[in-house]
């Protein structure tokens, strides 16, 4: 997609989602090298440990975002069905649950300011399913 875009003199995004892709330093390597973001899901029953149930793959990708030295970012998916975050969300607000993600991110050490250019950065937070964050009369 990219170098046909490229031949178009186009600039698109690549964007992917990961779930788990295990530890493996090549597997990160090549969706850094072939992508411009990633979606991350961090599906929990409550934002607390949201950010440490991500951990290891941040890691991993930040490894091979500094090796590649590329501008990266990482969007992060909560889910708000009721087995995950759909009953905390009931009483909070998705602010809460972004504030205290980025909050443990960037003590975590891995995330890159918005001023650097190189590294890896915090990007926006998606929710799955909207549908039942609209059914509980949540504003997005």
């Not at 440490?52 to 990482?74: F, Q």
């Amino acid at each position: 997609m990219q170098s046909d875009a490229n031949v178009a003199g186009i600039e698109v995004a690549i964007n992917t989602y990961i779930g788990w892709p295990g530890s493996n330093v090549s597997v990160y390597s090549k969706l850094v090298k072939n992508t411009d973001s990633v979606y991350l899901h961090a599906y929990r029953t409550t934002p607390d440990d949201a950010y440490g149930y991500t951990a290891s793959r941040l890691e991993s990708l930040r490894d091979a975002i500094v090796a590649e030295g590329k501008n990266y970012e990482v969007n992060v998916i909560f889910s708000s069905e009721s087995e995950f975050m759909g009953p905390w969300l009931e009483n909070n607000e998705l602010s809460i649950a972004e504030t205290m993600y980025y909050t443990d991110a960037y003590d975590g050490g891995l995330f890159e300011d918005c001023t650097s250019l190189i590294g890896m950065h915090l990007g926006d937070f998606t929710y799955f399913a909207y549908t039942y964050l609209n059914s509980k009369g949540k504003k997005l």
